[in-house]
C-alpha cells in the first residue's frame, strides 16, 4: 500500500510517498481502505520529533481517517465488511489502509461523504471530552474558545451553541472573526487589535466566562484566569505559546477556579469508547440533521501532504484540512 514516510533534513522534513506491506487487523480492529484523512497539528509536531507516537501505534503519520471496512478482526461484531466508517486512530491514516480498534469507529453520518466524515473524529473527539465531558459545560454557561477559526475551533463553537451555550472566541484576522460569527459565535475577539481580557469582560460585564478552551498556554494563562467567572473552568489541550508561565495562585482560590489539561491521543481505547458512544447518541442527530457541519477548507491529494502541512504551519487556513487518498 501508498503511504507517507517522514524524512528529516537538518531542521526542516518532507513527507516522501512510499510503499509498505499492507497490515493485518488483530481481534479487535478493523481494516480500513482509507478514502481520506484529516490533517492535525499534532501531526506537525509528531512530523518535527515533538510528539511521537504512543507505544504500539504506527509510525505513519495520521489521527483520523474515513473509509470502507475490509477486513475485520475475529472479536469485532459491531461492524462487517463494506460498512462506511470514520475513526480516531492513533497513527497511520496517511496510508491506503488503517488499522483501526473497532471501538474507536462511528458510522459516517447520513448525507456525509467520506471528505467531510474525515473532519469529524479528530475534532469532535477532543472537543466533547474537554469541554463537555471533562469541564462540563452546561446549557447558558459562556465558553471562550482560542483559535475559533481552527478545526478544533469551528468545532466547539456549533457544537456549544447546538447544546446551548454562550461561545465567545479569539482569531488572528477580520475574516476569521467573521467566520466564527457565520458559525454561531456570539463574540468574535481580534487578537491583533484588541485584548481578549478587556473584551470578554466588556461583552460579560465583568462576570468572565465559565469554560475556556486553550490551545495557546504559555503567557495566557494568567490572562485567562482573568477571563473566568466563579468556578471556572481551563481547558488546556496544546501549548502553541510554549510551556512555562507565572500566574497568581490567589486567584484560583478566590474565584474557586479549575485548570486541567489533557491529551486525547495516549488516552486508552476504553475512555475513547466512551467518548464515542456519548458522540453517537447525543452529537452524530445534529451532524445528520444538519444542525452541524464540518468547515473544510481544503483538500489535497496525499502526495501534496507536504502542502497540505505548510497550509496547517501558515496558520491561514479556516476549519479542516484534509488529504483525499
Not at 528529516?8 to 518532507?14: K, P, Q, V
Not at 497511520?92 to 466524515?117: D, R, T
Not at 471533562?134 to 482560542?146: D, F, K, P
Not at 491529494?301 to 496547517?312: C, D, F, I, V
Amino acid at each position: 500500500m501508498r503511504v507517507i514516510e517522514i524524512h528529516h533534513s537538518a531542521e526542516l522534513y518532507d513527507l516522501i510517498v512510499s510503499e509498505q506491506a499492507m497490515p493485518t487487523p488483530g481481534p479487535h480492529q478493523v481494516l480500513i481502505k482509507t478514502v481520506a484523512a484529516g490533517v492535525n497539528r499534532p501531526d506537525i509536531m509528531q512530523c518535527k520529533g515533538l510528539y511521537p507516537p504512543p507505544p504500539g501505534a504506527s509510525p505513519i503519520v495520521g489521527l483520523e481517517v474515513a473509509g470502507q471496512v475490509v477486513e475485520v478482526g475475529s472479536e469485532v461484531r459491531d461492524f462487517k465488511i463494506g460498512d462506511r466508517l470514520c475513526a480516531l486512530v492513533n497513527g497511520g491514516g496517511y496510508a491506503e489502509y488503517c488499522l483501526v480498534s473497532a471501538s474507536c469507529c462511528l458510522p459516517i453520518p447520513n448525507g456525509f461523504s467520506f471528505i467531510a466524515a474525515a473532519g469529524l473524529p479528530e475534532t469532535f473527539f477532543t472537543v466533547w471530552s474537554n469541554v463537555f465531558d471533562q469541564a462540563q459545560l452546561q446549557a447558558g454557561e459562556r465558553l471562550l474558545v482560542h483559535g475559533g477559526a481552527s478545526g478544533i475551533g469551528t468545532t466547539a463553537i456549533q457544537l456549544a451553541k447546538a447544546l446551548g451555550s454562550q461561545v465567545l472566541v479569539t482569531a488572528g484576522s477580520d475574516e476569521k472573526c467573521q467566520r466564527c460569527l457565520d458559525l454561531g459565535a456570539d463574540l468574535a475577539i481580534n487578537y491583533h487589535k484588541q485584548d481578549f481580557v478587556d473584551a470578554v469582560q466588556d461583552h460579560t460585564a465583568g462576570k468572565g466566562v465559565n469554560v475556556i478552551l486553550d490551545m495557546i498556554g504559555g503567557d495566557y494563562l494568567p490572562r485567562n484566569l482573568k477571563c473566568l467567572s466563579l468556578d471556572g473552568r481551563l481547558q488546556l489541550i496544546a501549548l502553541q505559546n510554549g510551556s512555562k508561565s507565572d500566574i497568581n495562585l490567589a486567584s484560583l482560590l478566590m474565584k474557586r477556579l479549575t485548570v486541567a489539561g489533557s491529551t486525547l491521543r495516549p488516552r486508552s481505547d476504553e475512555f475513547k469508547a466512551k467518548i464515542a458512544r456519548q458522540l453517537y447518541q447525543i452529537v452524530w442527530p445534529l451532524l445528520e440533521s444538519g444542525q452541524i457541519n464540518p468547515v473544510i477548507d481544503s483538500v489535497f491529494p496525499l502526495s501534496q501532504a507536504n502542502a497540505a502541512h505548510r497550509l496547517m504551519e501558515s496558520n491561514r487556513h479556516i476549519g479542516k484540512i484534509i488529504l483525499e487518498i
